[in-house]
C-alpha cells in the first residue's frame, strides 16, 4: 500500500466517521427539542473501518447507533452534556441503552443481551448499575483505535502475544521452502474453516520461518504465544480466547501456538487441548511431540534440519573463495549440523 493511498484513506475513513457521528448528533438534538420526527440518516458509500466493523461483528443499524453513541464521547467535547439534555438529569451526561432506545429509529431490545455482539464481543462496557438500561456505556478503547483507523493489539494480549514480522524473512533452504508453500497451498484449498497445521520435530528457529513465510503469501499477520503464557486458571483462559478472536477478525492473524511444555503434565496439556479445541481462528502449532485435535483437522509437518547437502550449499555460499575445496565445509557440516539461521548466526 503506497503512501499516497494511506492517506487518501485515513482521510476518507474519518470524514466517514465524523458524518455518521454528525447525523447522530442531529438526531440527539432533536430529540431534545422535542421532534417527534427524527431525521433518517443518508448512507454513506465511502468504505470505512466503522462499516468493516460492523460487517465483521454483524451489527444491526440499532447497535451501529449503540456504537456510535459510545464513540461520540470519546471525540466530540459536547457529546456529555448532549447525553445529559437528552436523559433529562445533568449527572447522566453519558451514554446508555435506555437513551439509544429513546433516539434511535431502529429500535432492537435484543442488542443488549450478553450474547449479542455488543456485549458478547466486547465492543462496549457496561458498567456496575442498578438497572441495565441506565447502566453507563463505554466503548472499549482498541474498537475505538481502529474505528478512528489506528488499528493496534489488544493490551489485555500484549504481554502474552508476540508479534512476529512477516518481512525480511531469513532464507530458506529448498526443502522448508517446499515445506512453506505445501501448507500455503493447504490453506488456499479449504474453503471454510482451515485446518490447523503442526510442525513437529526439534528445529525452533526454522518452525518460525516457515510459518512466517506462510502467513507472508497468504497476507496474514501472525502471533506467537507460549502454551507456558497460557492462563492456568479456565476463566481467564476463555477470556483470553474471547479477545483472541475479536483481534483476528479485525486484522486476519493467525496464531503460532509454541508448546513448549511438559506433556506430561496433564494440567498443562489440558490447557494446550482448551486452547486448540476452542480458538476458531487460523492455528500453527509447533511442537517436539505431535498433539491430536479431536473436533478440527490437523495436518501435520515433520521439520527437519536443512539436509546435509543443503548446508554445504550454504556454507559455501557463505564462505566463498574462503571455503577453498570442500574439505572445510564438508568438516564444518559434520561437526556442526545447523539450522540455516543457526549457520548464519556462526558466520556473522
Known amino acids: 500500500m503506497t503512501t499516497s493511498y494511506k492517506v487518501n ?51 444491526d443499524k440499532f447497535e451501529r447507533d449503540v456504537l456510535l453513541l459510545c464513540a461520540g464521547m470519546e471525540i466530540d467535547n459536547g457529546w456529555a452534556g448532549l447525553c445529559a439534555k437528552a436523559n433529562e438529569d445533568a449527572n447522566q451526561d453519558y451514554p446508555t441503552f435506555g437513551l439509544a432506545l429513546a433516539v434511535s429509529n431502529h429500535s432492537n ?10 456485549r458478547k464481543w466486547r465492543l462496549i462496557e457496561v458498567a456496575a448499575s442498578n438497572t441495565l438500561v441506565n447502566a453507563p456505556l463505554k466503548i472499549d478503547e482498541q474498537i475505538l483505535h481502529y474505528l478512528m483507523g489506528s488499528p493496534h493489539l ?25 515445506l512453506a508453500g505445501e501448507i500455503t497451498a493447504t490453506w488456499q484449498h ?31 499477520n501472525l502471533y ?23 483481534q ?11 508448546c513448549d511444555i511438559n506433556t506430561t503434565d496433564t494440567a498443562q496439556l489440558n490447557k494446550v487441548e482448551y486452547f486448540i479445541h476452542t480458538v476458531t481462528s487460523p492455528l500453527i502449532i509447533a ?3 505431535r498433539l491430536s485435535a479431536k473436533q478440527r483437522t490437523m495436518v501435520t509437518y515433520d521439520v527437519e534440519k536443512p539436509t546435509t547437502n543443503e548446508q554445504r550449499i550454504i556454507w559455501k555460499q557463505l564462505l566463498g573463495e574462503k571455503a ?20 548464519y548466526s556462526a558466520y556473522v
Open 324 to 343: 577453498g575445496g570442500n574439505g572445510i565445509v564438508d568438516t564444518l557440516v559434520s561437526q556442526f549440523n545447523l539450522t540455516a539461521p543457526e549457520i
Open 9 to 59: 484513506w485515513q482521510e476518507a475513513n474519518e470524514n466517514y466517521l465524523t458524518t455518521a457521528l454528525a447525523q447522530l448528533r442531529q438526531i440527539l438534538q432533536n430529540y431534545i427539542n422535542g421532534h417527534q420526527n427524527q431525521p433518517q440518516t443518508k448512507d454513506i458509500s465511502t468504505p470505512s473501518n466503522l462499516q468493516r466493523l460492523c460487517d465483521l461483528f454483524g451489527l
Open 154 to 178: 489488544d493490551e489485555s494480549l500484549i504481554s502474552i502475544f508476540e508479534p512476529l514480522r512477516t518481512e525480511n524473512i531469513p532464507i530458506m533452504v529448498d526443502s522448508h521452502r517446499q
Open 287 to 289: 511442537t517436539y511431540d
Open 190 to 220: 479449504t474453503p471454510e474453516i482451515l485446518p490447523i497445521i503442526q510442525l513437529c520435530g526439534s528445529n525452533v528457529v526454522s518452525k518460525k520461518t516457515i510459518a512466517r513465510t506462510v502467513c507472508a503469501q497468504l497476507g496474514f
Open 109 to 118: 431490545w435484543s442488542a443488549m443481551t450478553p450474547v449479542a455482539p455488543l
Open 248 to 258: 483476528t477478525l479485525l486484522n486476519q492473524s493467525v496464531v503460532l501456538l509454541e
Open 224 to 246: 506467537a504465544v507460549s502454551a507456558r503464557n497460557l492462563p492456568n486458571d479456565s476463566n481467564e483462559l476463555y477470556q483470553l480466547l474471547q479477545r483472541w478472536q475479536r
